[in-house]
């Protein structure tokens, strides 16, 4: 959806947006605005690249290669928050896996879909998750209509999406009554050097409290939770990493994963636990050698930011559909 006009997507309002900043890519040029009636940010022009572009961006080919092993805060928190209630959890762009993986070990029935084929083949390789398709939210509402779930959850994809009215009407349409939704996102107001990607064509649209609690109760949602994340001192490691990992690489994780792949193949490894040593050995292997090297950089930035709003950098909502 390419947006040329001026009246704000989220609330319709044709007041005139207040003018933020202006971003240039690839020869666009992005602005992002803000509306004067519901407080929504977002980049015109307001477009989705596709999920050739993600398949092919860099950051995104670094995460399916090195799948996180561990949940993130907010794949716990869905879980404790609704415990000891156990169900069925549907992840929009699930990526590699770990939240899915994280559910099931909790006793969830889990199911999944991403648009990033790399993505989709980790999940299953790493995770050996079932129920993980390769499909948009509409492809799959299509094709499983009576598809019916007490969670829905899409971590760090509201700011990716250009359709986010149709987005929750989907989402809706998969939810049982009264279920759940979770979801996280960069916070707006958070240190833009520890955001450097949240720009055009990768991110839409910014949010902070106001802003997506006041859109979520526009379209059929009562939020119940809500939480401002700040930057842990290993986030800033992994900033650092991805920003100048390539200048101190030796090799070793690569290494490792080749070896553990040739045992798999020659019949050396278990097939249904080597996935598994797999992934924690990487892991560890690529956090240690990532603390070694921007341990110390990273703590300063982390106490400089300590007494400020900008140290956070993730926000995280649990809302209910209404009834």
């Known amino acids: ?64 290669n090195d799948s996180a092993g561990e949940p ?36 969830w029935d889990v199911a999944g879909i991403d648009f990033d084929s790399n993505a ?16 948009t939210l509409g492809d799959y509402v299509a094709r499983h209509r009576n598809e019916k779930f007490d969670l829905v959850t899409f971590f760090d994809v509201f700011e990716h999406i250009d359709n986010h009215i149709e987005f929750l ?41 106001k802003s997506l609690k006041n859109f979520l109760e526009k379209n059929g949602f009562s939020a119940k939770y809500v939480k401002r994340i ?18 101190f690489s030796l090799g070793l994780v690569n290494k490792v994963r080749q070896s553990f792949d040739v045992g798999i193949k020659s019949g050396t490894s278990k097939k249904q636990t080597a996935p598994t040593l797999k992934i924690k050995i990487i892991h560890n292997l690529a956090k240690i050698k990532d603390a070694a090297i921007f341990g110390i950089p990273a703590l300063v930035i982390w106490l400089v930011l300590l007494f400020t709003p900008k140290r956070y950098t993730g926000l995280f909502v649990i809302a209910r559909r209404k009834v």
Not at 38 to 52: D, E, H, I, R, V
Not at 120 to 135: G, Q, V, Y
Not at 230 to 247: Q, S, W
């Open 230 to 247: 700040p930057a842990p001192l290993f986030y800033i490691v992994m900033k650092l990493r991805f920003k100048y990992g390539n200048m």
């Open 120 to 135: 989709i083949h980790s999940a299953k390789t790493n995770f050996l998750l079932p129920n993980i398709e390769l499909a």
């Open 1 to 64: 959806m390419d947006r040329t006009n001026l009246n704000c997507y989220f609330c319709g309002s044709s007041g005139q947006p207040r003018e933020i900043e202006a971003y240039r890519d690839g020869g666009v040029e992005y602005v992002l605005r803000e509306c004067s009636e519901c407080g929504a940010q977002y980049w015109t022009p307001f477009k989705n690249p596709g999920a050739k572009w993600y398949e092919e961006d860099e950051r995104y080919k670094n995460a399916n």
């Open 169 to 209: 009407e989907q989402v809706a349409h998969l939810l049982k009554p009264g279920g759940y939704i979770a979801m996280s996102m960069p916070y707006r107001r958070g240190s833009r050097w520890l955001q450097p990607n949240d720009l055009p064509p990768r991110h839409l649209s910014r949010w902070d409290e």
């Open 72 to 107: 993130a805060w907010g794949h716990k928190k869905i879980i404790s928050f609704l415990a000891p209630f156990r169900g069925r959890v549907f992840d929009i762009g699930c990526g590699t896996g770990n939240f899915l993986s994280w559910a099931r070990r909790n006793g």
